[in-house]
């Protein structure tokens, strides 16, 4: 079975510090990853996405994210947090072939202060 | 913005009610999920649909029921609700793309509390 092992629960950054949120996934074969972000008392929105080539992946807002394969991460950056970065990430990932449901992390609160 | 809409938004009921929680889509997107979201634990999949009446289980389905009779629309019931089943509930959908693969568009949520 798939799982996601988020290792940070609570993340305090100051304004202009760099991110790393750490994401590994258990999965016996090949796989699509994600991160999604909660802003404060809205829904999920995608980042970014993972599928196949380039292990480097940029998304939305200057996140970034890469996939090593050998390490089963696929952990997030970002170089410099704003305040409007507070929310809460989500790592998930599903099997590549199908429609196969997600399987997400416990999620990484972020909060940015100035 | 994908066209998910959850109803309803919020919800207050008593222990040993029945509740149905609505999805509906305007993508026509085949595939639909439930979620639950609760701190600690991210989200975690109830049930599942990969067309019309086809459905299927999820981690945490215990309590919980769900029809799909036409594309658009996927409903959550839960049967007897239990305090335990307080919760924000997320609907996505999902189709499959060219080269196989997919990604999950969700809904706004409905935060359900059960008394």
């Known amino acids: 079975a798939q799982s996601v092992s988020q290792h940070n629960h609570h993340v305090i950054l100051s304004e202009a510090a760099s991110l790393e949120l750490g994401c590994n996934y258990s999965?016996?074969?090949?796989?699509?990853l994600f991160w999604y972000v909660q802003y404060p008392g809205q829904h999920l929105q995608l980042l970014l996405k993972?599928?196949?080539?380039?292990?480097l992946v940029k998304g939305i807002k200057g996140f970034e994210a890469e996939f090593i394969k050998s390490k089963f991460s696929f952990n997030l950056r970002k170089p410099s947090v704003q305040w409007s970065d507070t929310a809460e990430y989500f790592c998930?990932?599903?099997?590549?072939?199908?429609?196969?449901?997600?399987?997400f992390g416990k999620g990484t609160r972020l909060s940015v202060i100035a | 913005d994908a066209g998910i809409t959850q109803s309803p938004r919020h919800k207050v009921t008593e222990t040993g009610t029945p509740v149905t929680l609505r999805c509906h889509q305007t993508?026509?997107?085949?595939?639909m999920y439930w979620y639950r979201q609760d701190p600690g634990h991210g989200l975690r999949l109830i049930h599942y649909?990969?067309?019309?009446?086809?459905?299927d289980k999820g981690e945490v389905s215990d309590g919980y029921s769900v029809s799909r009779s036409k594309t658009e629309d996927f409903l959550l019931t839960l049967e007897s609700a239990t305090s335990s089943q307080t919760s924000v509930y997320f609907c996505?959908?999902?189709?499959?793309?060219?080269?196989?693969?997919?990604?999950?568009?969700f809904g706004p949520g409905t935060r359900l509390t059960v008394l």
């Open positions: 996505a959908i999902s189709e499959t793309r060219r080269g196989g693969y997919n990604e999950q568009f």
């Open positions: 999965y016996g074969g090949t796989v699509n």
């Open positions: 993972y599928f196949s080539g380039d292990p």
């Open positions: 998930a990932v599903n099997a590549s072939e199908g429609n196969t449901p997600l399987v």
């Open positions: 993508e026509n997107h085949r595939y």
């Open positions: 649909s990969y067309g019309v009446k086809d459905t």
